[in-house]
């Protein structure tokens, strides 16, 4: 299973949001690429960034925050937060990101995943990001009535071959993430699913780890790693001593 950091970008600064909410902001650093360097020394195979003013306005505004971090490292680097046509791919992916995570263009445009799968392949992912069942949009400040295992199923079948599902009510809570919901969503698919939101300690790695099978193929950690409760060394550490047991 993967482990993938994650830095939240505002104002061109790491951050991290309690549920997503912009009053609820604490600042980690000024110098985001120097966080993404000791996620990589760490031994990050994979970065997750999200550029939070992207989400809420509706285009990305961090991106000389977001070149600087595909400068600095040599991993692979997955971006989310306002991705909502093809010339916002095309900028992403010209700086530098490997993968580009569509949010609410994929729930208020279904139909539109299609056609970015078939432009970039692999290079999408699609996020779903639920609040009570329901996938939430525009940084999680507007809910929809789309059921997000729906929503995930609709996107398999238009070729989507990963996805990250956030669980908006544990995200940035250290309370722990929804298995249950993980489960019911990774075993519903046939592709793979990261899971996201809530991780506070490395027992929480090994229940996902256990949900392997059905489809758990990584895990996004954010305030765990930045609240310092385990190292990302030691969490890669735990995940491949686990697998080796």
């Known amino acids: 299973m993967l482990v993938i950091p994650a830095i939240d970008l505002h104002g061109g600064r790491c951050v991290r949001l309690l549920r997503g909410e912009r009053n609820k902001e604490t600042v980690y650093s000024n110098k985001p690429e120097e966080v993404a360097l000791e996620w990589q020394r760490q031994g990050a195979t994979r970065l997750h960034v999200v550029d939070l003013d992207g989400a809420f306005e509706g285009r990305p505004q961090n991106s000389s925050a977001i070149e600087a971090i595909t400068g600095a490292v040599s991993i692979p680097v997955q971006l989310g937060g306002g991705i909502r046509d093809f010339e916002t791919v095309e900028n992403a992916l010209k700086l530098g990101v490997s993968r580009v995570i569509l949010g609410t263009v994929a729930v208020e445009n279904t139909a539109m995943v299609k056609e970015f799968v078939k432009n970039y392949g692999d290079k999408i992912i699609v996020g779903i990001d639920a609040r009570q069942g329901l996938a939430a949009t525009r940084g999680w400040v507007k809910d929809s009535t789309k059921d997000a295992l729906e929503l995930a199923l609709q996107v398999q079948e238009y070729g989507v071959k990963e996805i990250i599902y956030t669980d908006i009510a544990r995200d940035g809570t250290l309370e722990g993430p929804n298995f249950a919901a993980l489960k019911e969503m990774a075993g519903a698919l046939d592709i793979a699913v990261i899971a996201s939101g809530g ?12 949900l392997e099978d059905f489809g758990i193929t ?9 609240a310092k409760k385990f ?8 995940i491949n001593r686990k697998s080796k047991g």
Do not use: F, K, T
């Open 231 to 238: 190292s990302l060394s030691d969490a890669i550490r735990e």
């Open 199 to 210: 991780v506070s300690r490395l027992q929480d790695l090994h229940q996902l780890q256990e």
């Open 218 to 226: 990584g895990v996004i950690i954010g305030q765990a790693l930045y």
